[in-house]
C-alpha cells in the first residue's frame, strides 16, 4: 500500500527555520517527481515545490523562492522541505504528494501543520 | 501564472441529483486538468486527469469534460459522501503548477 506521512510541522516565530519530511512505503520514490503543497487554514490548495527523479531539477513557487529548499534522499525514501525565513503567511498543513506522470497528484500524505506566530 | 476561476463557489444540491462544476482557465492548457475532492480534515484526492479521465477506483458517477480553457466536472446523481470541496488543477504551464479556488459542494 502506497503511503506517505509527514512530520516536522510545528509553531515557530516569524522569521524562524523548520524541517519537514515525508516518509514514504509501499513504492520507491526513485522513480517519481514528489511535490509539497500547502494548504492555509479555510483556504485552497497551494503547490509550493517540487523536485524531479534524481533531484537534479527543483522548482519552486514565487513566494518561497530563497527562502525554501526541496530535497531527498531516495536511500531513506523521503522527501523534505528545508523552510527558512518563515512568515506568517506561510502558515498552513503542508501535504507531500507523488506526482502520478501524466495524471496529476496521485497520492497525498495526511498533511503537517507549520504554524508560523510570535 | 495560468489562474483557474472556479464557479459556483458553494453549490446547494440534494442526494440524487446532478451536479455541475465549472472551471476556467486565464489561457489554454490543452486538456492537461485535473480535478481533485477534498473532505474536512482529509487530504485532496484526485478524482479526473486530463480533463476527462476517471483516476484509479473513482466512481462512473464522476465525469469530466472540456479543452483549452472551459471545463466542467459532473456528478450524475449525487450520493451523500460526495459532499466536499473540489478543486480544478493545471498541469499545461508550469512552475507553479496552480489550482482554483475550490467549489464547496453542499447539501440542500
Known amino acids: 500500500e502506497v503511503q506517505l506521512v509527514e512530520s516536522g510541522g510545528a509553531l515557530v516565530q516569524p522569521g524562524g527555520s523548520l524541517r519537514l519530511s515525508c516518509a514514504a512505503s509501499?513504492?520507491?520514490?526513485?522513480?517519481?517527481?514528489m511535490s509539497w503543497v500547502r494548504q492555509a487554514p479555510g483556504k485552497g490548495l497551494e503547490w509550493v515545490a517540487n523536485?524531479?527523479?534524481?533531484?537534479?531539477?527543483?522548482f519552486y513557487v514565487d513566494s518561497v523562492k530563497g527562502r525554501f529548499t526541496v530535497s531527498r534522499d531516495d536511500a531513506k525514501n523521503s522527501l523534505y522541505l528545508q523552510m527558512n525565513s518563515l512568515r506568517a503567511e506561510d502558515t498552513a498543513v503542508y501535504y507531500c504528494?507523488?506526482?502520478?506522470?501524466?495524471?496529476?497528484?496521485?497520492?497525498w500524505g495526511q498533511g503537517t501543520l507549520v504554524t508560523v506566530s510570535s | 501564472e495560468v489562474v483557474l476561476t472556479q464557479s459556483p463557489a458553494t453549490l446547494s444540491l440534494s442526494p440524487g441529483e446532478r451536479a455541475t462544476l465549472s472551471c476556467r482557465a486565464s489561457q489554454s492548457v490543452g486538456n492537461y486538468l485535473a480535478w481533485y475532492q477534498q473532505k474536512p480534515g482529509q487530504a485532496p484526492r484526485l478524482l479526473i486527469y486530463d480533463a476527462s479521465n476517471r483516476a484509479t477506483d473513482i466512481p462512473a458517477r464522476f465525469s469530466g469534460s472540456g479543452s483549452g480553457t472551459d471545463f466542467t466536472l459532473t456528478i450524475s446523481s449525487l450520493e451523500p459522501e460526495d459532499f466536499a470541496i473540489y478543486y480544478c488543477q493545471q498541469r499545461s504551464d508550469w512552475p507553479p503548477y496552480t489550482f482554483g479556488q475550490g467549489t464547496k459542494l453542499e447539501i440542500k
Open positions: 509501499g513504492f520507491s520514490i526513485n522513480y517519481y517527481w
Open positions: 523536485i524531479q527523479p534524481g533531484g537534479s531539477g527543483t
Open positions: 504528494s507523488r506526482e502520478t506522470t501524466g495524471e496529476g497528484f496521485g497520492f
